[in-house]
């Protein structure tokens, strides 16, 4: 049964229908207002809703509208009128009605038939709503209809989703009330009513707009007019496209490929198969080909051949099983050249984690590689020199100060490499200036930094960790600048000089060693001097004695022993010497059997005398020597030192020797330094000086001294003894200044002088004849005379010249003189001997030797000593000795002259032992040569006619 609504006035038209209808069966009527219909058709009660042309106030068809405007065309809307006018029909389709029936005249079957027809369609409409609306629910984007006003007559899923709600509660409503923001209300409405009232088309305009929800959103939207839409309201068609995450993804995807054309690698983007589907700008810069030709073609493009299938194969294996694969491949650019790439190829997943391409990275490494290759060989190089050299390497990056130091640095410096590594600039140089204990190095390396030096070299020493082994290092490098000047880095070397230290510092002692007796040397004594010099400097009361120490007759003792036996008898000496000292005493060998001695921190010079006293007891016992017993004494000079003393240690040890020399000279065990004998020595050098003077300026003169006969009482000859004439002082005696001369040499011209003045009186006399032609001189020649080769000469020539015979000049020569070399003088007197002169053996008894021993020289005549003659008459023993000294000499075939014959008591004590001849001031001082000669003539002693060429 059809549930058949009816709105009609007075109920005309339902009566027709029910007579119409005939069969009650099939249908049931119901006269209802709009209201009422509106109401049941919500409640879905009634199935189709008829309507009179005649109800309501308003015509047929304005009711007619308001139904299928309000009742939605749910249900089939069909309008009964009697009326055939065209216009009124096309009026009530137009205004909604599903059929427009004629009630006038139509069977009940022609009714039913309509009223089926009329269901069906609206069925028919429905069903294609229902599908209509499910394709635009399931549309993707927003897609609405709205009146000129604004509200959702139309709105599918997408657009009640957008906006937070459900489809049945967006329509109805107006936009304004989805909408946060008004500004962007009015523009919306402002488009619509364009759209509506204009009839524009708009198309993908991109909008944005707010949500409720506070989120804003872009929005790509397109719009049309709707003129035909339910009741043909006027409307808007609007499809809207939420593209904020497609525009987020867009700018983050330019944004991908700005960053992939801005990087410096390669970026290649292929599909599984292989084929390129993107590449960067550097794809293009490194491979030569264009995106536009590489795209669509496969990574083979670059292939070298430098890679065999092999790889190609475990690179595939390695990608499709999902991993990353990372090789350097040798590729070829579209220019033929060969490049050196680092790749590292990667799998690309889509959300179903399924690959779907491969990203392929890849950086140009050629200069890399070469740069490696070239580091690898200067590595290897310096390796290998590192390994090869005994020297330690090293090398400071300064700026990122890193320091490399080769294996050997580590075994030098007693690093373990493992646990004390060297890595920065301090764990090295200050490893170095730390074990040196000094800062000299980090100067010296800041000196070469700051560009003051060309390089820095700096000796340092590293002891080992237990303090005994110590080790040299010499440290030496050099800076690399930039342009600026600045050091960037610093290279240098570390060598092991301990051997080279050792030997130095061997040297070093042995050039303060004496090698004969193993003592400190004179070197070491003066440094040792300076040192106590220095404290007496800072601590005003500071004492320190200096002792030199001489080995008295030390020349003779060297000539009698021979020279190994006197070096080994000064070893010996120096042995006894030491023992008496203390360890803080310095004892030292500074010369030719001298020695010297410093005792530091004194209380006075009473320390050194006792020192003096105990050597001098150290000597008391004889030295056994070649099973002879020696017996050696020496002679000790003391100076001290303090504040007052000689800031020069020169000086101070020449006091001491001064007062050994004093000492010597004095025979006494020892003697205290005086300002007197620095003042005598400072004379003997005025001496020296003047002595020049008088060779050159002829101040000399040779005195001559009478030689008498004691026997006959007659002149026997002259001794020629020299004179100074000095122009200040007067007449200075050859005991004083001969000494000098001996020492200084200055006594060869002198010497040769007086052989000149000496031949010449001679040759005077001979020429004279008579009494002075028998006349002899005898002249005095010094050791060094007899030496000297010059003077031999002069005497050969002399003598062979003479018109007197040789024998008148005759020679003296001094005991000790013949002790220097005995061997060479017993030859060089031989020779003067064999060409006439006569020799005399001159102040016999001053030394040592024996008379026997000289007779195997060729001395004619024996001097006694004027110290024997003084004590003649007054001394019994002198006496004894002299008679034995003249009688051994008589026998052994020579001549005896005393000399020093002063008195008539040492004359007739000399005549009584049987001397031959005296030399006195009895007789005569020595004379000038005018006065000799009248002492010649006036001499009473003189026997005119007494023949004197048998004489000595
Ligand atoms: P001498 O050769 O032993 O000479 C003897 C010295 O005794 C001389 O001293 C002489 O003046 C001194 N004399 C002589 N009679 C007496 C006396 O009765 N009593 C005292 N007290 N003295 C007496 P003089 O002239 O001073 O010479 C000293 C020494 O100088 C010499 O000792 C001689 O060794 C050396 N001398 C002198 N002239 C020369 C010279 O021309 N050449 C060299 N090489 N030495 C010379
Ligand atoms: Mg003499
Ligand atoms: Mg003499």
């Keep these: 049964m059809l549930h058949i609504l009816v709105v009609d006035q007075g109920g005309a038209l339902l009566d027709q229908l029910t007579a119409l209808a005939g069969d009650a069966a099939l249908y049931r009527f119901e006269s209802v207002t709009v209201e009422e219909a509106y109401a049941s058709l919500q409640q879905r009660r009634g199935d189709l809703l008829l309507v009179d042309d005649q109800a309501g106030e308003c015509t047929g068809i304005a009711l007619l509208h308001r139904c299928a405007t309000e009742l939605a065309m749910v249900v089939p809307l069909i309008y009964c009128t009697n009326s055939i006018d065209k216009e009124m029909i096309d009026a009530a389709f137009a205004a909604g009605a599903t059929d427009v029936l004629r009630l006038k005249g139509m069977s009940a079957d022609l009714f039913g038939r309509s009223l089926c027809y009329a269901l069906e369609q609206v069925r028919q409409r429905l069903r294609t709503n229902s599908m209509l609306r499910t394709i635009i629910d399931l549309v993707p984007g927003m897609i609405y209809v709205k009146d000129r006003d604004g509200r959702f007559l139309l709105a599918n899923q ?42 524009e088309h708009i198309e993908g305009m991109i909008d944005q707009l707010t949500t409720p929800d506070g989120v804003c959103h872009i929005l790509e939207t397109s719009k049309i007019p709707l003129s035909f839409f339910d009741g043909n309201v006027p409307a808007v068609l609007g499809i809207s496209r939420d593209i904020t995450e497609n525009r987020r993804l867009q700018k983050a995807q330019t944004m991908v490929m700005a960053a992939l054309d801005a990087a410096a690698d390669a970026v290649v983007i292929t599909a599984l198969d292989g084929t390129i589907e993107y590449v960067n700008l550097a794809f293009e810069r490194m491979t030569g080909y264009s995106a536009a030709e590489a795209i669509g073609q496969t990574p083979r493009i670059l292939k070298s051949g430098h890679q065999d299938t092999a790889f190609y194969r475990e690179m595939w294996k390695i990608l499709l099983a999902g991993e990353t694969f990372r090789a350097v491949i040798t590729n070829r650019r579209k220019d033929g050249l060969l490049f050196e790439a680092e790749e590292t190829i990667t799998p690309v997943y889509d959300e179903h984690n399924h690959m779907v391409a491969f990203v392929a990275v890849e950086r140009d490494v050629t200069e890399k590689k070469k740069a490696e290759q070239a580091l690898r060989s200067s590595e290897e190089r310096f390796s290998l020199a590192a390994e090869g ?18 294996p050997r640095v580590y075994a030098m410096v007693g690093r373990d490499e493992t646990s004390g590594a060297i890595r920065t600039a301090a764990d090295f140089f200050d490893l170095l200036a730390a074990a040196d204990g000094q ?12 560009g003051l030096t060309e390089y820095f070299s700096h000796e340092c020493k590293i002891s080992s960790e237990d303090g005994k082994k110590i080790r040299w290092l010499q440290a030496r490098g050099i800076a690399r600048r930039d342009e600026a000047g600045h050091a960037i880095r610093m290279a240098g070397s570390l060598t092991d000089i301990t051997v080279f230290k050792q030997s130095e510092k061997e040297l070093v002692e042995q050039s303060l060693r004496d090698p004969l007796t193993g003592l400190a040397n004179r070197k070491m004594f003066m440094n040792h001097l300076t040192s106590a010099i220095h404290a007496s400097d800072v601590h005003g009361d500071y004492q320190a004695a200096v002792l030199y120490i001489g080995i008295n007759r030390m020349k003779e003792l060297r000539t009698s022993m021979g020279d190994t036996l006197g070096d080994r008898l000064i070893s010996k000496v120096a042995r006894r010497i030491r023992d008496c000292t203390r360890p803080s005493d310095v004892f030292a060998y500074v010369h030719s059997g001298e020695f010297a001695m410093l005792l530091p921190k004194v209380q006075s010079q009473h320390a050194a005398e006792i020192m003096a006293t105990r050597i001098d007891k150290a000597m008391g016992r004889p030295f056994r020597e070649s099973a002879q017993q020696i017996k050696v004494s020496t002679s000790i000079g003391i100076t001290m030192i303090d504040h007052s003393s000689s800031r020069v240690p020169e000086y101070v040890l020449r006091d001491a020797a001064l007062a050994q020399s004093e000492a010597r000279k004095r025979s006494q065990q020892y003697s205290l330094f005086d300002q007197r004998m620095h003042d005598a020595a400072l004379q003997r050098i005025q001496l020296e000086s003047e002595l020049d003077d008088a060779i050159a300026g002829h101040q000399f003169q040779l005195y001559l001294q009478p030689i008498m006969d004691l026997q006959h009482e007659v002149i026997a000859g002259f001794e020629a003894l020299i004179r100074w004439m000095h122009h200040d002082r007067g007449m200075i005696s050859p005991a004083e200044f001969i000494p000098v001369a001996e020492e200084t040499g200055q006594i060869i011209e002198i010497g040769k002088w007086v052989l000149r003045q000496a031949f010449q009186q001679l040759c005077k006399w001979h020429g004279m004849g008579g009494v002075r032609s028998d006349l002899y001189i005898s002249i005095n020649l010094s050791p060094l005379q007899l030496a000297d080769e010059a003077t031999l000469q002069l005497i050969y020539q002399l003598l062979e010249q003479a018109p007197f015979p040789p024998s008148h000049l005759r ?35 001053t030394g040592y030797s024996s008379l026997s021993y000289l007779h195997s020289f060729p001395f004619d005549v024996l001097k006694v000593d004027q110290s024997f003659t003084f004590k003649i008459d007054s001394d019994p023993a002198t006496r004894k000795i002299t008679e034995s000294i003249i009688q051994l000499g008589t026998h052994l075939g020579m001549k005896v002259v005393a000399e020093g014959v002063e008195t008539e008591a040492h004359r007739n004590v000399l005549i009584g032992m049987g001397c031959h001849y005296g030399q006195g001031y009895l007789f005569s001082k020595p004379l000038p040569p005018e006065q000799a000669e009248t002492f010649i003539d006036t001499s009473r002693l003189h026997v005119a006619g007494q023949g004197y060429a048998d004489k000595p």
């Design 158 to 199: 997408a657009t009640a989703e957008f906006y937070g709600t459900s489809v049945s509660q967006i329509i109805g409503t107006n936009q304004a009330y989805w909408h946060r923001d008004v500004d962007e209300f009015a523009l919306f409405q402002e488009q619509d009513r364009k759209v509506i009232d204009h009839h």
């Design 389 to 406: 050299s005994n020297d330690g390497l090293w090398d400071w990056d300064i700026v990122n100060d890193q320091v490399y130091v080769s």
């Design 439 to 450: 800062s000299g190095l980090l100067k010296r390396i800041n000196r070469h930094l700051n």
């Design 811 to 845: 020679i003296e020569i001094t005991e000790s003189a013949i002790l220097e070399d005995a061997e060479y003088t017993r030859s060089l007197l031989g020779k003067l001997h064999e060409c006439g002169s006569r020799l005399y053996l001159d102040d016999f008894g």
